[in-house]
């Protein structure tokens, strides 16, 4: 019997100790978990108020979002550009969803251990009632939650899991509207293309569409439309410049391919560049001064020859 006490006496004090450290980790959470609260209230960030502007503070930069009328822009130094509205959309939804579990009394606590002294993200959003300013801190301990700091109340409050996490990894670029073009494609009546050495000019008659001076060429009027729904549709990749001194870098100032649309009173036109990489090129709309680039697929959709919009 002292021989297998001596052998095992060390394995024993291990696990002993082991089970003591498990012991306090598990009792310094539950402790700091102790002091969330049920939420027995009604608060909420921002209900049915209209919102006016969103600010958005990251640890090394921010986002001003501001809405005039039914359009948000992002300003960006003096400039005021078109915003994504789905996605400023899609994070006013998700404040307004926001699921409170539990508060903690910012007198009871050091606001650091919640993560909110280095927060990930703090948002200021005016509507027409108030300032909503919260700040958004770490994940709970225990159980499933994100820590909420609202300044205002002075309040730590409990919401649901990865509590807008999608949003706050966002950049300025991220919220910004990516559209090429904002055009019906059913409205197009007329297409200039230019290519290389091929070039066509295409109108829309009674649905049908034609050559300008080619009565011989029969135009395939699906081919043509599938150009119009991919241009109606497209997306820049990232914005190069905003105010670009040399069109030479870009390959812009003599252009590889251009190709306009004409709806009613306005035109939307892009002329493609040189290559960006292997993968897009830098193009410039009639918008705009900006350069944008795009990815390759929308550079080969431009049709090269009478071939790619005929029918064979």
Do not use: C
């Not at 295409?202 to 060429?217: H, P, Y």
């Amino acid at each position: 019997m002292k021989y297998f006490l001596t052998k095992f006496k060390g394995a024993l004090i291990t696990t002993v100790v082991f089970i003591i450290l498990l012991g306090f980790i598990f009792f310094r959470d539950s402790e700091k978990n102790s002091q969330v609260k049920s939420s027995e209230d009604s608060y909420s960030f921002v209900v049915d108020e209209e919102v006016f502007s969103i600010e958005i503070y990251y640890p090394k930069s921010w986002v001003l979002l501001e809405n005039e009328g039914e359009d948000w822009f992002i300003i960006q130094d003096v400039q005021k550009l078109n915003a994504d509205e789905k996605v400023i959309d899609n994070l006013i939804q998700e404040i307004r969803a926001t699921d409170i579990v539990g508060s903690v009394p910012t007198d009871e606590v050091d606001l650091d251990q919640f993560g909110l002294e280095n927060a990930k993200a703090e948002l200021v959003v005016i509507t027409e009632e108030k300032e909503h300013r919260f700040i958004i801190g770490d994940k709970i301990p225990v159980g499933s939650g994100t820590y909420v700091y609202v300044p205002d109340e002075k309040l730590v409050l409990v919401v649901e899991k990865d509590y807008l996490n999608e949003f706050v990894k966002l950049s300025s670029i991220d919220f910004r509207d990516k559209g090429l073009f904002d055009f019906d494609a059913n409205e197009v009546t007329r297409i200039a293309i230019w290519s290389g050495n091929f070039s066509a000019d295409l109108f829309k008659e009674d649905g049908e569409w034609f050559v300008e001076g080619e009565d011989e060429i029969f135009v395939d009027d699906k081919k043509v439309d599938e150009v119009l729904w991919v241009f109606s549709r497209a997306k820049v990749l990232d914005f190069e410049n905003e105010n670009p001194d040399d069109l030479n870098k870009y390959g812009l100032e003599e252009p590889t391919s251009e190709i306009r649309f004409y709806e009613d009173d306005r035109i939307h036109g892009v002329i493609f560049g040189k290559r960006k990489d292997e993968n897009s090129y830098y193009i410039q709309s009639d918008s705009s001064d900006a350069i944008y680039s795009i990815h390759k697929s929308l550079f080969k959709r431009i049709p090269k020859n009478i071939d790619q919009i005929s029918l064979k």
